[in-house]
């Protein structure tokens, strides 16, 4: 009798439908955005890629290291007077 009810049990157990898992929510990324840039003494563009907080990032240090040699030049621009 508890070996009928035992393997009752269990192919109750073995038989029920199992839920499935929820998918696991794809996570966003950003889409990487590309620029050529010409590297300086060469002619040939490389394309470089970063996501748009990177080169926000990047441009901003761009336009303070411009702005500084702007500053410490004084107006200079190195042509022959």
């Known amino acids: 009798m508890f070996m009928l009810l035992l393997s ?3 192919a109750a157990q073995t038989t029920a439908p199992e839920t499935p898992a929820a998918a696991p929510t794809p996570v ?3 889409k990487p955005v590309c620029r ?12 470089t890629c970063h ?3 990177e080169w926000a990032e990047i441009d901003s240090a761009n336009a303070g290291a411009a702005e500084n040699a702007r500053r410490i030049n004084g107006g200079r621009t190195g042509a022959p007077r």
């Open 8 to 10: 009752a049990a269990l």
């Open 28 to 30: 966003a990324t950003e």
């Open 36 to 47: 050529k840039e010409v590297p300086l003494g060469s002619i040939m563009a490389k394309r």
């Open 51 to 53: 996501s748009k907080a």
